[in-house]
C-alpha cells in the first residue's frame, strides 16, 4: 500500500470549491486503486486567516508541514489584504522555505480546449517550461530610499547564484535528456547585462554535458512572439523566474485559459514537501458562485500522481479533462459551459471510473 499525506491550504476566493474536486478525483483513484491511500488535513491559512490573526499562517507553518508527502494548494489573495503580503506571507515563504526551486507548468493544448490562435493544430502547442523558483527577480533583495521626498529611490535587485542557477539549467536538460526533446532558454541577455548574460554562460558551460541536447536561446521579447505565432518551436523550456511568470500566463491564454493552468513547485532532492496548485488566482468576484473552473486544480492533481510516481493515473486524469472537454456537456461558464463546478468533478470521475482497468497495472516506481 502507497500511503500518502496530503495537507490542504485551500486558501481564498474560489480556491476551496476548486480544491474539493482535486480531492474528489483523489479518493476516486484511491477506490479504484487498491494500492494507494491518501491523508488529508486541512490548513485554514490564507487571507480570511490574515484577517483574523493578522498572519497568513501559523508562526510553525513549515515546520507543521514538513510532516506531509505534498501540500495541495487552492489560492491566495483577497480584498482587504495587500497582494504583497499574501504572495510573500504563505506562497512565496513556502517555496522558499521548502527550496522548491523548480516550476513545472505544462503549456499543452488539450482536444477540446479552446484556443484564440488560428490554424494551430493540438500538437503544435505541447511544452513544459521550468521556471527558476527561488530566486532571480522575486528574491526580495532591495531597497526603498528616501521614501515620500523628491528624491525618493527604489532599488529592486535580482540575484542569480551560481548555486540557483545552475541547478535549474541542470534539471531542464535531464528532462531533456530524459524527454528526449529540444530546450530552448529563455533571457534578456542584450539588456540584463550582468543577470542574463550570467543565465546565457551558465546555459552554454551545462550544455557541454549534454551534447545529445539539441538547444535553442531566445531573447524574452522574441520569445513571447514566438509562443503566438510559432509556439511548435517549444518543447523544454527552463528560464527565470519573472520571465517564466509571464510566458506561462501568456502560454496558459493559448492553451485554453487560466481555468487549465496548473503548477507544480518541486523540490526535487524530496528533503522537503513539494506543492501542486492551480495558478488562476482565487477570483473573488466568483466565488461561492459554485461556477469556478476546477480542472486545472485537477490537472494539478495530475501532476500530484507523476511526482509520486503514479505516471499511468497522472496520465488517465488528464486524458479525463480531455475527454470531458471534447464531450462538452459538463463544462463551467469560461469554457463556454453552464456547468456547476461539482459537476465538473463529478464528470472527470466518472470518466476515470469507466476506465477502472488502470487498477491492475502494477504502480509505477517512483523515481
Known sequence: MNSYKIAVIAGDGIGPEVLAEGIK?????????????????????????????????????????????AIYLGAVGFPGVPDHISLWDLLLKIRKGFDQYVNLRPVQLLEGAPCPLKDVKREDINMIVIRENSEGEYAGAGDWLFKGKP???????????????????????????????????ISKGN???YSMVFWDEVFV??????????????????AAMFFV???????IVV?????????????????????????????????????????????????GKAIANPLAAIWS??????????STWGKEVLNAIESVLVEAKNLTPDMGGKAKTSAVGDAVVAVLSK????????????Q
Open 205 to 222: 558551460e551545462v550544455g557541454k554535458q549534454y551534447p545529445d541536447v539539441q538547444t535553442y536561446s531566445y531573447l524574452v521579447d522574441a
Open 355 to 366: 476506465k477502472s482497468r488502470v487498477k491492475e497495472i502494477s504502480p509505477d516506481i517512483v
Open 191 to 193: 539588456a540584463l547585462n
Open 151 to 185: 528624491e525618493e529611490v527604489v532599488l529592486q535587485t535580482g540575484v542569480f547564484s551560481r548555486k540557483g542557477t545552475e541547478r535549474i539549467i541542470r534539471y531542464a536538460f535531464e528532462l531533456a535528456r530524459k524527454e528526449k526533446k529540444t530546450l530552448t532558454s
Open 301 to 310: 492533481v495530475s501532476q500530484l500522481l507523476d511526482f509520486f510516481g503514479h
Open 239 to 287: 528560464t527565470s523566474n519573472l520571465f517564466g511568470d509571464i510566458l506561462t500566463d501568456l502560454g496558459a491564454a493559448i492553451a485554453g485559459g487560466m481555468g487549465l493552468a496548473a503548477g507544480a513547485n518541486i523540490n526535487p532532492e524530496r528533503k522537503y514537501p513539494s506543492m501542486f496548485e492551480p495558478v488562476h488566482g482565487s477570483a473573488p468576484d466568483i466565488a
Open 229 to 235: 505565432k510559432q509556439p511548435q518551436r517549444f518543447q
Open 25 to 69: 478525483v483523489l479518493k476516486a483513484i484511491e477506490e479504484l486503486d487498491g494500492n494507494i491511500h491518501f491523508e488529508f488535513t486541512h490548513f485554514p491559512w490564507g487571507c480570511q486567516y490574515y484577517l483574523k490573526h493578522g498572519k497568513m499562517m501559523d508562526d510553525d507553518g513549515l515546520e507543521k508541514l514538513k510532516a506531509y508527502d
